[in-house]
């Protein structure tokens, strides 16, 4: 891959950042990690996609010799690119199996070695409605899932109004906004629906919207943000930091009403157990959705990144290290926070996936 | 609409009346000014706002009953018929120019926002937030779309000329029939297909800017062949036959008088074809990859391409969102402008090889 | 299908030129032959697993659905989208090539001409933006009054869409998608027609229409149906801009202005396929190898209907 230029205006622009990079090697102090050269490929999860943005000029900043590519073709896509050995890292909405890490059969690994697993993009989901006046609303569970699965249709109803006094609410129909295409973001948003309110939401876990449940699809992210945005008496989900000037819904978590933040997200991660039956460079999360620890939210979305812990012959494993090193660092988790809207790493996750990034081979 | 009158041909002005010159003109008006107050006191009686479009379109509606009923009177039936097809052929392109202004129109307010030099120049490597530029999505749009012109013209036009010069028997029928149903390969399959191909041939997770060119050439093939064999069975085969009898070669004829003749309809069909493609996201996704970075090597490394950097410009923005917009819709301003600019230089291609005839 | 044009071979012997040029020409059809076997062995190959799983191992199955019940929605969605598109498209790229072609001003041809074709440079992702942002929020007050004065009619039985990203906005924005390419051709198959027809047919005392309906349209309309095939090819397979705009899922109804519609094969695919794994994947290539199959369907029923017209071929 070369780094070519046109004109001489790009070539000042280029050389500033050079400068800048320069700047940021020095002040990380960091031993010789500037001498690295060569190529990192990685695929997976579009949701990643603006963190892998920041990390990866972060990283290049201080690397400049360094390029790291990410496909955000998907995380099915990405996984099955890791295990047919099309790349040396993979961004995935979710955790492998634990019988699919059985099978063994990643290209790029040692077999028999297993796989390195990171929660390292943390982003709340927020829940989002255009109303005119109404910036934002309390809602439970229960609510939410009656909305999403057609039983609640009009913003004037007792469920909503009951945990809402004070708002005056319209007597207008909802439109409930769901993702068209199969996502990570879907399959966490039900998954707190399904643990907290099983009787209204009852298809479970799911990626594919069940038909019976109607409502409107919008394709990606920014699909839903627009449908939302577009219609009146919408209600959507989606990845917070898109949330912009829409109004969001505050979540009944125990006994109190806790809105979207970064930082309950987090909390929320640091109080879910670990997924039992894995390796110890395995970091899967079953997020307890139905927490009722004091200022958690529990709608996260969690992507993992996926390595091996011994790369077959050949492969840039020092490059690797260094990349992951750099994403779980509050350097890297910063800037992710800043231009993606994500939640840092706690300090023991941390702590943890630290020393198994450092044992990559 | 009143040249119908015009250009009609020569009659005896007194065995049949017509309506004067200008009557197509005061009738639309009339209809119009009736449709706007119909229309004014409806709204007003309903408290709403006046509605220009609804206006219009209950005026054309009137305009087309009445120009048919004042023709049929005077004129008669045959002629009532013509002035009724004309207003029809009118409407349908206006109807056609609507969705075209507003498109264009949502592009280049949207787009223009980000035409500066910057966003020529540089590529998005490094880039965060505001800034950058889609000179590595052009490059790579222009090489990969280039070469699978470069693949699919020659290979195309050479096998309608098979079909309609040389072609007999199974193996034309074979290749007609199956050109049909390759129009049918739904992009995100060319690419798959083309990205098996390269894993094939060089190994797992290949994604190279020439698989990108390979899978638009399978999705462009079938639009050149179609387009130019139409064209080609046109070329009227007196032509034909006056060549064979000065004694030329039938290659020579094929070369000197039947693709001249029918060259501006072949450079439609080949800007048709690359109109067709360059507008691909998913199969260049699949196939040749996301990148950041510059890249004019074809045969290594992941290569962006303009549809692939508007999508994804457009669907992962950062929490700063506005850059992301601004520089998709410029990408998707300066794919349009691509385009015409090619679409200029086939016409220019057509007029100079044409020869002059008669229209 | 026998070319006219091969029948008038003259019998002399083949020159060098001849052979070498004849050659190419077979080499080229040939290999496009090749490259569509290996297509279609690829998705035959790939897509064949995915047909016969068994369902159960299948993520993106709901309960009790095998590929069969699958996929039946989905070319209801496909026919039915494209058909829309192509019934809205037909009649108005019919009335601008002829605009362009028999009423315009000839200076002013040319310029419309070329304006029009500007249309098929916009790449399907602007489509998309276009008809999810602007198109179907202008268009959503017309739903609503559909369905609240002529919902007695199955196809507007409502209830309306509150965003307006309905079947009918998609199969709207389709038949923009598709209007340059009918008109590209039609409008070049007809400035085609013989000037000396047209003239006699004047000279007759015929109006313009009399002209078009007698001499433009016969002679035209193989060409027209040709146009028709590779617009109704674009609609079948279009993915991002359906995706982008359509509201879909996997239902079978005709109703044109809820927010649950059917969606296309293609568009299914597009949206599905990020996210699958595993045997899911050659899932998602069987439902491609369904369209490449309605395609063929498609295309053998056009060009039977056009050989059957051939006599007002130019080639003739």
Known sequence: ?361 | MSSATATSPVTNAFAASRLPRFSTLWILLASLAVSGVVVGLVTMAGDAEFNVGLAVFFGAVIFAVANYVISLLVEGSRRAADRLVTTLVVAAFTVAMIPLVSLVYTVVVMGSGRIDWDFFTLSMRNVLGEGGGAAHAIVGTLLMTGLATVISVPIGLLTSIYLVEYGRGRLAQAITFFVDVMTGIPSIVAGLFAFALFELILGPGTRVGLSGAIALTVLMLPVVVRSSEEILRLVPNELREASYALGVPKWLTILKVVIPTSIAGISTGVMLSIARVIGETAPLLIAAGFSNNFNYDLTEGRMQSLPVYVYYSYISQGTDFAPYIERAWAGALTLIAIVMILNLIARLVARIFAPKLGR | MSSPAAKLRPKSAQRPGDRVFSASALTAGSLILAILAAVAGFLILEGIPGVLADPNDVSIFDDGVDFVSFVIPLIFGTLWAAALALVMAMPVALGIALFISHYAPRKLAAGLGYTIDLLAAVPSVVFGLWGANVLAPMIQPAYTWLAENLGFIPLFAGPASGTGRTILTAAIVLAVMVLPIITAISREVFLQTPRLYEEAALALGATRWEVIRTVVLPFGRPGVISGAMLGLGRALGETMAVAMVLSGSGIINFDLISSVNPTTIAANVALRFPEAYGINVNVLIATGLILFAITLVVNSIARYIVNRRKEFSGAN
């Open chain 1, 1 to 361: 891959m070369n780094i070519t230029r046109i004109g001489s205006v790009a070539a000042i622009a280029i050389a500033s950042t050079l400068v800048l990079a320069s700047c940021a090697g020095a002040s990380e102090g960091g031993e010789g990690s500037s001498d690295l050269t060569g190529t990192l490929i990685g695929a997976g999860a579009s949701s990643q996609q603006s963190a892998q943005e920041a990390w990866v000029v972060g990283f290049q900043t201080a690397n400049p010799d360094v390029t790291v590519e990410y496909d955000p073709i998907g995380s099915g896509g990405g996984r099955e690119t890791f295990i047919g050995g099309g790349s040396q890292f993979a961004g995935s909405d979710r955790a492998f199996k634990a019988e699919e890490i059985a099978e063994d059969n990643f290209a790029s690994c040692v077999a028999g070695t297993g796989i390195l697993e990171i929660p390292a993009y943390i982003s709340p989901i927020a829940v989002i409605f255009n109303l005119d006046g109404i910036d934002s609303l309390n809602m439970d569970g229960a609510t939410i899932a009656g909305i999403f699965a057609g039983e609640i249709t009009n913003w004037s109803d007792d469920a909503i109004a009951a945990q809402n006094e004070g708002v005056e609410l319209p007597d207008l129909a909802i439109t409930a906004v769901h993702r068209a295409d199969d996502s990570g973001t879907t399959a966490n948003f039900t998954d707190y629906l399904a643990a907290v309110a099983p009787d209204v939401w009852t298809v479970g876990v799911i990626e594919t919207w069940p038909t019976e449940y109607g409502g409107e699809a919008a394709p990606q992210t920014s699909g839903v943000i627009d449908a939302v945005t577009n219609g009146t008496g919408t209600i959507g989900y989606a990845d917070a930091s898109r949330a912009g000037d829409l109004g969001t819904v505050a979540v009944k978590v125990g006994d109190e009403y806790v809105p979207y933040s970064p930082e309950a997200a987090a909390a929320i991660i640091d109080a879910s157990p670990r997924e039992e039956g894995r390796g110890d460079t395995d970091i899967a999360i079953a997020i307890d959705r139905s927490s009722s620890a004091p200022n958690v939210y529990p709608i996260v979305l969690v992507s993992y990144l996926i390595a091996c812990n011994e790369y077959a012959e050949g492969a840039p494993v020092e490059l690797v290290k260094a990349y992951l090193s750099y994403v779980i660092s509050a350097e890297g988790q910063a800037l992710a926070a800043e231009s993606a809207g994500s939640a840092p790493i706690s300090e023991a996750l941390f702590t943890e996936a630290q020393a198994a990034i450092d044992a990559i081979k």
